[in-house]
């Protein structure tokens, strides 16, 4: 006689996931099947095969492949967001300090992803959506970058954001250069540190 699904979890010791948690679920997954196959392998079809859900399940969390794309892509942000917020405490810091921690997180979320974030961003380009939703976490990730570095400088705070705009542009370009192995993840940090200092100390023009 074929056992229900309820049926089988139950033999088998499995529990039935909550709704964000079969989210998180298939999000996971589908960072690994970016991470091992590539983006273009991402389908919602696919997704469910890897996760061990039906399709129907896949479709009724995203709808479509691009709204997978979209919350994939939040979700990697937000792991840096969260690290970055980790790293950086209460403590009292030295600039140098500051420089190095923020640099050392930044780099390293590019070095876990492994080159995701590109991927996803390259599979999305062209897409309304995607350009609202890069330019809403990257004034998100640039407060957070201010707010660190704002008690080591005399700049205004326009000035002070349009020079983390600049930094983490630049950040994000020497990680591209490790994650293709142009460097390693300690160079990366240590040369991106030095231009979190430099623009900090910087006088204003």
Known sequence: MKRTTRETREATGQRRLSGPERRRQLLDTAQRIVRE????????????????????????????????????????????????????????????????????????????????????????????????????LLDNYVQLFAAALKPYSALPDAELDRRCIALIGAGDAISAAMVRGSCSEVEAAATFASLIRGGVQAATP
């Open 37 to 136: 196959e590539g983006a273009d392998r991402l389908t919602l079809g696919h997704l469910a095969a890897r996760a061990g859900v039906s399709k129907p399940v896949a479709y009724d969390h995203f709808g479509t492949r691009s709204t997978l794309l979209i919350e994939l892509y939040k979700l990697i942000d937000r792991r840096q967001s969260d690290a970055l917020r980790e790293t950086l405490t209460s403590e009292e810091r030295s600039l140098e300090e500051t420089a190095s921690l923020l640099a050392a997180a930044h780099v390293h979320c590019h070095a876990d992803t492994s080159g995701e974030w590109r991927a996803i961003g390259a599979a999305l380009t062209g897409s309304e959506e995607k350009e609202t939703v890069y330019q809403e």
